[in-house]
């Protein structure tokens, strides 16, 4: 059984950073692209991040562009968000979520797998 757990969310001041983990099991994810997600309250759920499986492209949401970085560490089948800069409307659940390949990473509907999320909050 596949299952993807996040972490490093928490409470940060504006202009900070945080880094968010996503660790697999039950899968190699090697062979799989990969997605950060985000949704805040009342919001629908939007990619911030994607990374192909083979970490040779990635895309960002405009709104992140610049301040965030996705990576993944295939040996340690764990991907990451490395969020600088951070703003209050940053603030938002985080989820990870795994594609199969050839797939567009905007299509939110396309990613199999996801993990139960982890909060982030942004203060003023």
């Known amino acids: 059984q596949v299952q993807l757990v996040e972490s490093g969310g928490g409470l940060v001041q504006a202009g900070g950073s945080l880094r968010l983990s996503c660790a697999a099991s039950g899968r190699t994810l090697s062979s799989y692209n990969m997605g950060w997600f985000r949704q805040a309250p009342g919001k629908e759920r939007e990619l911030v991040a994607a990374i192909a499986w083979s970490g040779g492209s990635t895309r960002y949401a405009d709104s992140v562009k610049g301040r965030f970085t996705i990576s993944r560490d295939n040996a340690k089948n764990t991907v990451y968000l490395q969020m600088n800069s951070l703003k209050p409307e940053d603030t938002a659940v985080y989820y990870c979520?795994?594609?199969?390949?050839?797939?567009?990473?905007?299509?939110?509907?396309?990613?199999?797998?996801w993990g139960q999320g982890t909060q982030v909050t942004v203060s003023s």
């Open positions: 979520a795994e594609q199969s390949r050839g797939r567009n990473y905007a299509d939110t509907a396309s990613y199999d797998y």
